[in-house]
């Protein structure tokens, strides 16, 4: 059934879980959500980026997530947009159908240049007004996405600052942000951690310095009834690193965010955790070594049940993880 966000997350702050929001763009990826969700009794969140429209166009998208609802009745799905630039964005999809939007109020609407304080409250408070007239849930964020290691927003062809970011606007102000949620109203709030975008997070393994679950911590304790949501969330996992060097693929040393720091900012408000990336790679992992070790076969649907079964695994662990087994 589809519920909304706000729904789910009240739900998973009363019993101290989070719950892994991942981007759909096709039928596999669906699947090995839906698949992995329905296997250890899980709620949902679906997300679909403004690259996700584009790729499947609306329609199909649309009709891939009624599919999903109607294959699996008894999970509770929120189909959510990812990263929405303006309230017109935020108002398209909720005339498709969906149950959340983004309201990406950090960024103006290039979804490039970082935006001020009240620009954001303005194009949020906008979105809110729309939405929860349609009953439809709104994310808002403060604070930019992007490496205190370098500045950089990250992610190379999707949603992202342009340009070098300051150590401010890297990390969500405590002050800033309960000012934010009061005079906006949003169901959940995204916030700057350390945390970014695609595959290249951390040049090493993350620590405190680079990535702060602290701040998580100070956030929550200023707002604690406001549901946190943790961009960028992907672990990078290094065995699926491994697995794509190892049949051709080329991708140098990198880091995401360990499972283990996600858990500690789920006991500190976190209840939305952004995957994208993990699924893209194990994907890719999947299909090169099916590929390599299968050289006659040439029936696509055997190298993409390749790599369902390897985002199923992904998903399944992430909903364990994360405290959603048994909650749908
Ligand atoms: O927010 C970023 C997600 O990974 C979506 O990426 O815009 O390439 O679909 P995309
Ligand atoms: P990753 O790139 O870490 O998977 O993050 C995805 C995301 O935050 C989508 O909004
Ligand atoms: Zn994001």
Known sequence: ALISLRQLLDHAAENDYGVPAFNVNN????????????KTNSPVIVQASAGARKYAGAPFLRHLIESAIEEWPHIPVVVHQDHGTSPAVCQRSIQLGFSSVMMDGSLKEDGKTPADYDYNVRVTQQTVAMAHACGVSVEGELGCLGSLETGEAGEEDGVGAE?????DQLLTDPEEAAQFVAATQVDALAIACGTSHGAYKFTRPPTGDILSIDRIKEIHRRIPNTHLVMHGSSSVPQEWLKIINEFGGEIPETYGVPVEQIQEGIKNGVRKVNIDTDLRLASTGAIRRHLAENTSNFDPRKYLQAATDAMQAICEHRYQAFGCEGQA
């Open 163 to 167: 340009g070098k970011l300051s150590h």
């Open 27 to 38: 039928l596999e990826q669906m699947r090995a959500i839906m698949q992995a969700a329905d």
